[in-house]
């Protein structure tokens, strides 16, 4: 959490008042789709690996059955935002201004809808350490990605940093995912 404030702050400054506002905005309305892209799948899934620990056939189904949900969920509400952008532009800032950004984004529901998945895995199988560290990866790396990305590319840059960062935490949880229940 510290790196990601530390993050903001450094986006903040680099972009300016009014940029940073536009970031803010985009930020905001994603993290309001992968919260109902998740639809609780995540909490869900913890609690039936950590009940079924024992049973191997059961974890993978309940593994199996709520992950493809969740990337049917995920690649929904993405598309939506792709599809919409310029919809969701106008109700967030009354312009379409921001359509290009959400575009860009899009993806990153996606990324962090099945991470944030991919993380209750690791919870389930009480893998705190393992879960930490893939979280801590990504705040690192995004907080590094918003020390470039947005002083050559601006608002673009940032959006790049926060779509990579959960892209980077998605691939890096399914490889530590795969090695605990394999």
Do not use: W
């Not at 929904?76 to 359509?99: M, P, R």
């Not at 899009?106 to 199988?125: C, N, T």
């Not at 350490?129 to 940032?158: H, T, W």
Request: aromatic share 12%; with cysteine.
């Amino acid at each position: 959490r510290i790196l990601m404030f530390v993050a903001n702050i450094i986006v903040s400054r680099i972009l300016g008042r009014e940029a940073y506002g536009q970031y803010s905005s985009v930020t905001s309305t994603v993290n309001l789709f992968v919260l109902f892209s998740g639809m609780g799948i995540a909490s869900t899934l913890t609690h039936y690996i950590a009940a079924s620990k024992d049973d191997d056939h059961q974890l993978g189904v309940y593994i199996g059955t709520l992950s493809r949900i969740c990337v049917a969920f995920s690649a929904l509400f993405s598309l939506a935002l792709l599809l919409l952008s310029n919809q969701v532009s106008y109700l967030s800032t009354g312009t379409a201004a921001l359509a290009h950004y959400f575009r860009i984004v899009s993806l990153a529901i996606f990324f962090s809808s099945m991470s944030s998945v991919e993380q209750s895995i690791m919870v389930g199988f009480e893998k705190f350490k393992n879960s930490a560290m893939v979280q801590l990866v990504r705040c690192g790396l995004f907080c590094v990605l918003n020390c470039f990305l947005p002083r050559k590319y601006g608002i673009n840059g940032a959006i790049y940093a926060l779509l990579i960062a959960h892209a980077v935490q998605y691939v890096i949880s399914v490889i530590v995912n795969r090695r605990i229940y394999a």
